[in-house]
Nanobody, 118 residues
Framework: VQLQASGGGLVQAGDSLTLSCAASGRTFSTNAMGWFRQTPGKEREFLAAIARRGSATLYSDAVKGRFTISTDNDKNTVYLQMNSLKFEDTAVYYC????????????WGQGTQVTVSS
C-alpha cells in the first residue's frame, strides 16, 4: 500500500487547512486510515483515525473538536480538515493505513509540512 499526502503549506493562526492522502496498491487489505504528526526532537503524535467500513473514528485530545477526519472510499482517499490552527500545530503530517492496527500504523506516507505562523 502506497500513501501520498498533500495539502500542507504555510497558514496563519486561526486559519483552516485540509490535508488529503491518496492510497494505492492493495488498499482492499486495509481496514483503517489515520493521521499522525511529528515535530523535530519529538515522537510522532497520533491525531485521528477512521475505519474504512462503518463510521468509527478516534481523535486525540489535542485535536478533538478542531480536526475532522473523513474518507472517500471510492477514491481511496482520507482527509484531515483542520480548523482554528495554532502555532503548535506546526509539524510534518503523516497519513497512515492499517490492516489490524488501531490506530492504523502498518503503512506510512511520506509526510507533508504544515507551518502555522503566529
Amino acid at each position: 500500500v502506497q500513501l501520498q499526502a498533500s495539502g500542507g503549506g504555510l497558514v496563519q493562526a486561526g486559519d483552516s487547512l485540509t490535508l488529503s492522502c491518496a492510497a494505492s496498491g492493495r488498499t482492499f487489505s486495509t481496514n483503517a486510515m489515520g493521521w499522525f504528526r511529528q515535530t523535530p526532537g519529538k515522537e510522532r503524535e497520533f491525531l485521528a483515525a477512521i475505519a474504512r467500513r462503518g463510521s468509527a473514528t478516534l481523535y486525540s485530545d489535542a485535536v478533538k473538536g478542531r480536526f475532522t477526519i473523513s474518507t472517500d472510499n471510492d477514491k481511496n482517499t482520507v482527509y484531515l480538515q483542520m480548523n482554528s490552527l495554532k502555532f503548535e500545530d506546526t509539524a510534518v503530517y503523516y497519513c497512515t493505513a492499517g490492516r489490524e492496527t488501531w490506530p492504523p500504523t502498518d503503512y506510512w506516507g511520506q509526510g507533508t509540512q504544515v507551518t502555522v505562523s503566529s
